[in-house]
């Protein structure tokens, strides 16, 4: 088994490396990944977070961070990549946080594609965020593998620091009696179900990645449904509490009517 470690990196070969590594992870053209070397070196200097996972001495792994509002609670983690088979993004997310400690900071945000079950268990299930904000078009149209030119809806997702650190085993998530599910997959479409309950569940699609490669009107369909469903509802209040069976959001809707005795 490799042995891996996790550590800052500031020279400019090392960032070289890193943003090599960025355009594999995300195939784009040379010169196109999603942070070059100058700007991780100007982050860096100016102190914020540049680490690499290497895997007995090979980068595997990568994330770059800075520090956002408010002010001296919150750092924004920008980007993170990892190849399969070494676990570098949950030693990654590791040592972040306790990057982010060792310097008082509370928080941790980054954005995700809603879409894409495996970053959802990770972020949701894994480490314990929770999305706080549905972001429709935040990085425009990227033409990469990955994104395929799909509008980039993004969910933004907040880190508490203060709870406990990531499981290696995460409990399940906790699904009400009453759930109801409010978008679910029928023959690799969204279909919309009831969204009036308390509790809802909000289905994934099993690979959006795949659907963007073979069936563009299908992709576009989920992005568009999620988008009203999830989408709609964080921007009435409601809020994710978990990820289910690795497939579906867990969605509590707060009620008016659920005040407390005065």
Known sequence: MSTLQVREVRELTELAAVDALFERIWGTAPGASPMGAEQ????SHAGNYVAGAFADGRLVGASVAFFAAPIGQTLHSHVTGALPGYAAGLALKRHQR???LARGLSRITWTYDPLVRRNAHFNLAKL??????????FYGRLDDSINGGDDTDRALVAWELTGPGPAAVPPPARV???AVTALSVRDGLPVVGRLDSPALLVDVPPDIEAL???DPGAAKAWRLAMREVLG????EGARVTGFHDRTSYVVI???DDLMPDT
């Open 253 to 255: 809707r707060e009620s």
């Open 232 to 235: 709609g509802l964080l921007a």
């Open 40 to 43: 991780m070196r100007a982050l």
């Open 128 to 137: 314990g965020a929770r999305p706080v904000e549905y972001l429709t078009r």
């Open 98 to 100: 306790d990057w982010a």
């Open 212 to 214: 963007r490669r073979t």
């Open 176 to 178: 009400p009696a009453d």
